[in-house]
């Protein structure tokens, strides 16, 4: 028995101990702690996390550079939910048997390479020249610029060129490299899927439950950081032209101007591989841990293995109102931030490097500083566990009023020269530029200024003459001889700072407010099941919100953004990427649908307050040793025969 108990102490030491094998020196020990773990985790977090958001912020310029549509765009992105739906059930039942630390270390290494992998469609096909018309007849005849403004041409040599079809100047969607980013999405999507389902448990079992909320609450926050970290990085990149050493001559908020996509991802491959490695040298136990590993997995062999995890899973009220709550919730919100950069974009005029400012210090930094002091306040004040839901439901339901504040805060859509035809289609075709040959390959929109009205682009003005020194057209079939036509939007067309900044402000207080409910809410999933579920149900929900959430949800809203186009891209007889968008349609459609899945996700957090009673020792008040006088749910204790506590 001595020998045994030796030997039980040193694998225990081990266990707890920083180091890789038998080397840990003590100089290491001291950060064995779940203090550096936190640091480390939370680092990680906002490396992939920002991965995400710069996918997400990129995607308006992915989709002008390889002629994505939305739906194109929407698959790209799903596919990290694919491998989240695939893979989460399995990651957290069988992870509890492992190092989790080491898991958490050789995910990133897979999100690292996912990140580098999605950088080789710039290798392979390099800066868009096609969309600055480098490559057409008219560039090649006597350098001519004119051919650059899309400008009309009824007689002469620029009269007669034709559309180049050939290589990447067709116009057609590019789809290997759809098919690289879906791939590295694909595995970007494995990486996040092991940190999301076990770091949170591994913390939570790891520091004493009255502490939890105050470590949940700070991992939620520097995780969300993450986002506004990736939205800061894309806007910083993207103000860069694609090719960086190169000056295309135009500026970020041009239409034919891409980014330099690629950098972000590039840099972020490489900040979250050194950021892994110290996740190799934590143990996968701490000393003085509210949960022992040991004693859950000696429980998970005596329980029925899956089977009846997934029937404790199924058989508590709590856990399937939190599952329909969270997955009618997270629709909204997961689609309100995929078409969030467009929306801004498409209503307000921005460019997509102020939309991504937009989106990171407005749309997620009240997040952050929301969950840190709802986990603060729960720390310190400890309400009681009908108090909690009900706080929940209240601070989450504010989104469903500042989401939805945006159908009164809409701009004016641009005077855009045109009318809607027979079959619904919006037609840019005027007689006046009808043997002008133009086309809707590239957007440079110009503005007749008497009027205040804006043309798709010189060409369908009838403008065939222009004054550098002014920039300025005439010569405009389609105008009176004395009009002014200048480059870009009209002025009217973006004077609405007002109304944008109205939005903004109500986004971000509402984005405070809902996410006080934050910590709250993973308190209440953590203590609604017995330990050794944790990691199970935390997967288990993870596959099934992207089952029915996130991928559906990409869909529709991909849906939502196309069907309000007006004015594709047309190239070679194909359609490309969406110029112009219905502005009212695309506004009341795309906030409309948001605020009816927020309010059903509120309405199931209102009945859970009715089953709040059926949570006991949220804060670990009565944790005892016995883990069978701890189980958090009234009337789902696991039957003592397939049990050992």
Request: proline share 4%; with cysteine; glycine share 8%.
């Amino acid at each position: 028995m001595g020998t045994k108990k030796s030997h039980e102490d040193d694998l225990d030491e081990v266990e707890t101990s920083c180091g890789i094998g038998s080397w840990r020196p003590k100089c290491m020990q001291f950060f064995a702690s779940p203090i550096f773990l936190l640091i480390n985790i939370s680092i990680i977090s906002v490396a992939q996390n920002a991965a995400a958001s710069l996918m997400y912020n990129t995607m308006t310029t992915l989709e002008r550079r390889y002629a994505f549509d939305s739906k194109i765009s929407s698959v790209n992105v799903m596919a990290a939910d694919i491998s989240n739906l695939i893979f989460s059930p399995i990651i957290g039942y069988y992870s509890i048997r492992y190092n989790r630390s080491k898991l958490i270390g050789y995910s990133q290494i897979l999100l690292a390479c996912s990140c580098f992998f999605g950088t080789i469609p710039y290798f392979i096909y390099g800066p868009a020249t096609h969309l600055l018309n480098q490559d057409s007849l008219a560039s090649r005849l006597a350098n001519s610029t004119e051919s650059d403004l899309n400008m009309c041409y009824r007689s002469g040599p620029l009269a007669d060129m034709t559309e180049d079809c050939s290589g990447s100047n067709s116009g057609s969607t590019v789809w290997l490299a759809a098919i690289i980013l879906f791939v590295a999405n694909f595995f970007r999507g494995i990486g996040f899927t092991v940190y999301w389902v076990i770091a949170m448990p591994f913390v939570d079992d790891n520091v004493p439950k009255k502490e939890s909320p105050l470590f949940l609450s700070v991992m939620h926050s520097i995780m969300l950081f993450g986002f506004v970290f990736g939205s800061l990085l894309s806007s910083f990149f993207l103000k860069f032209y694609e090719d960086p050493w190169n000056d295309p001559g135009l500026s970020s908020t041009d239409p034919r101007f891409v980014g330099a996509w690629w950098l972000g991802f590039f840099f972020l491959g490489v900040f979250i591989l050194i950021a892994a490695l110290p996740m190799f040298l934590f143990p996968p136990q701490f000393k003085n841990a509210s949960v022992d590993s040991k004693l859950i997995k000696k429980q998970m062999k005596q329980s029925g293995g899956t089977k009846s995890a997934l029937k404790r899973f199924l058989t508590n009220p709590l856990i399937i109102l939190f599952f329909l709550g969270n997955t009618t919730r997270y629709f909204g919100t997961s689609g309100f931030y995929q078409l969030f950069n467009k929306y801004i974009e498409s209503q307000y005029r921005q460019s997509s490097s102020v939309a991504n400012l937009i989106m990171g210090t407005a749309g997620l930094l009240p997040i952050v500083f929301g969950i840190l002091v709802g986990g603060f306040l729960i720390h310190w004040f400890r309400p009681s566990t009908r108090l909690l839901f009900i706080l929940v439901f209240l601070a989450e339901f504010t989104s469903f009023f500042s989401i939805g504040s945006g159908l009164f805060l809409g701009c004016d859509p641009i005077n855009l020269n045109g009318k809607m035809d027979y079959n619904g289609q919006f037609d840019l075709g005027a007689p006046c530029s009808g043997n002008c040959s133009c086309s809707t390959r590239v957007f440079t929109p110009v503005c007749q200024m008497e009027t205040s009205t804006t043309y798709f682009s010189p060409c369908h003005a009838g403008c065939s003459e222009y004054d550098s020194m002014n920039s300025t057209f005439s010569s405009c079939s389609c105008l009176n001889t004395d009009s002014i036509v200048t480059k870009g939007y009209c002025s009217s067309d973006l004077d609405c700072f007002n109304s944008l900044r109205s939005y903004v402000a109500a986004i971000m207080v509402g984005a405070f407010v809902s996410a006080l409910a934050k910590t709250g809410n993973s308190l209440i999933t953590f203590r609604t099941v017995d330990p050794m579920d944790k990691s199970f149900v935390n997967g288990l929900l993870s596959s099934l919100v992207s089952a029915f959430s996130f991928i559906p949800c990409l869909l529709l809203y991909g849906h939502i953004a196309d069907s309000s186009c007006l004015v594709w891209e047309k190239k070679c007889g194909k359609l490309g990427n969406c110029w112009i968008y219905d502005q009212e349609k695309f506004r009341k459609t795309f906030l409309i649908v948001t605020i009816i899945f927020y309010g059903i996700g509120s309405l199931f957090d209102f009945l859970m307050i009715f089953f709040s009673d059926r949570i006991h020792d949220l804060y670990g008040e009565d944790e005892l040793d016995d883990y069978a006088k701890t189980n958090h749910v009234k009337d789902v204790a696991i039957d003592s025969s397939e049990t050992t506590i």
